[in-house]
């Protein structure tokens, strides 16, 4: 298959985490695709993270919600994308408990107005970012591969698998040529510090307890958001339209683990340590075989974890301000206000 010609893609879910960290990586790499980051700036979007792409005349910002068909498909009219990488979602499994609604209002209705809007316009290249928690969960062996059977154990998974389906279907049934990747948990700059390795080191930084869910023992292969960057980059030109990939960062770490690592780095005493009740449907392990896009595809996680550790936590102990914020809610009102829905 021909490398695709992208001169204008939209991003969702920018102002995100790991969509934030793409949209960078994204422009430094690409100096003459035009970039649309199109974003509802929700809890968990900051434009704050993307400060120093502000300037960039390659970037634009739009805020609206992707399930919105109607402010999506203006969005195509005035841009006509060669390419959509879809980030956005409500991403936060703890929440999904909580309230799933929003969860299939963004992850399945608003991949499949995307999906709509694209197959209306013809793009080259549909990306669904995806996980690795459609897999369900893994025993103490043995590693996810593409032909796993999917079976999500919590609201959030089920509606990131139901989003993957759409993505195929689109393929099957309309020929929008779409990819999927399936990524296991990120951690580096810019996370939500609601999530487990943002939290534990805001936590332990407050001298606040770190709340570990049941006995700690839960498993997660845990990648540095710049890798998953590069191997999203390198699957939306290089990957086989219609292809599911994996990708892990082949580092199992018990959560328990992990959260003394971050105590014995930061200083601070294990006391700090308290165990809590465990997340109802709790997935005890995730590990990922990334065989399929590193022998097809070239790609392999670069960043050791060693190495993608110390950064993350240096990045929150230097960027205090920024996770202090977002706690107490200051940034919220400001960007919503300026950003009143086109
Ligand atoms: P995040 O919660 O940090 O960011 C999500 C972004 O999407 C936010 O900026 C939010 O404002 C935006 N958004 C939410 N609903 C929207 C809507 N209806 N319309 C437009 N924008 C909307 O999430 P993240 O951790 O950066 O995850 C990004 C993607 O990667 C998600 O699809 C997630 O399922 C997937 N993923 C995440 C991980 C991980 O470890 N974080 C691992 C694998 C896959
Ligand atoms: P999380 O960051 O929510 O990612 P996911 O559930 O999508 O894998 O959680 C990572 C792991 O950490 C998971 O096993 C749940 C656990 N966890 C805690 O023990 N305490 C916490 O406060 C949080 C948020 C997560």
Not at 17 to 44: C, P, Q, S, W
Not at 209 to 216: A, Q, S
Not at 289 to 310: P, V
Request: glycine share 8%; hydrophobic share 35%.
């Amino acid at each position: 298959m021909s490398t695709p010609r992208i001169k204008t893609i939209l991003v969702t879910g920018g102002a995100g985490f790991i969509g934030g960290n793409f949209i960078r990586m994204f422009l430094d790499r690409h100096r003459d695709v035009e970039v649309v980051n199109l974003d509802k700036l929700t809890y968990a979007g900051n434009l704050e993270s993307l400060r120093d792409v502000e300037k960039n005349s390659l970037y634009h910002f739009y805020r609206g919600d992707i399930a919105d068909e109607a402010f999506v498909r203006r969005l195509f009219n005035e841009w006509h994308f060669d390419a959509v990488v879809n980030f956005a979602a409500e991403s936060h499994v703890d929440r999904s408990i909580l309230g799933p609604s929003a969860f299939i209002d963004t992850n399945v209705r608003g991949t499949m107005a995307l999906l709509e809007v694209s197959r209306e316009f013809g793009v080259e290249r549909f990306l669904q970012v995806s996980t690795d928690e459609v897999y369900g969960s893994l025993g103490p062996t043995g590693k996810f591969t593409e032909s796993t059977h999917i079976s999500p154990n919590s609201p959030y998974s089920a509606s990131k698998a139901s989003a993957d389906m759409l993505a195929r279907a689109w393929w099957k049934t309309f020929g929008v040529p779409t990819l999927v990747t399936r990524c296991s948990n990120n951690y580096g700059p810019f996370q939500f510090p609601e999530k487990f390795i943002p939290l534990m080191i805001a936590n332990a930084l407050r001298d606040k307890k770190l709340p570990i869910y049941g006995d700690g023992m839960n498993v997660r292969d845990w990648i540095y958001v710049e890798d998953h960057c590069d191997a999203v980059d390198v699957v939306l030109y290089k990957g086989k339209v219609g292809e599911i990939y994996n990708i892990g960062g082949g580092n199992e770490v018990a959560n328990i683990e992990m959260a003394r690592l971050i105590l014995s780095k930061l200083d601070k005493p294990e006391s700090l340590l308290e165990f809590v009740k465990d997340r109802p449907g709790h997935d005890r392990r995730y590990a990922m075989d990334s065989s399929r896009i590193e022998t097809e595809l070239g790609w392999k996680a670069t960043r050791s974890f060693k190495e993608g550790i110390d950064l993350t936590i240096n990045w929150y102990l230097k960027n205090q301000d920024w996770w202090q914020r977002i706690i107490s809610g200051e940034y919220q009102d400001y960007y919503k206000l300026q950003y009143e829905e086109r």
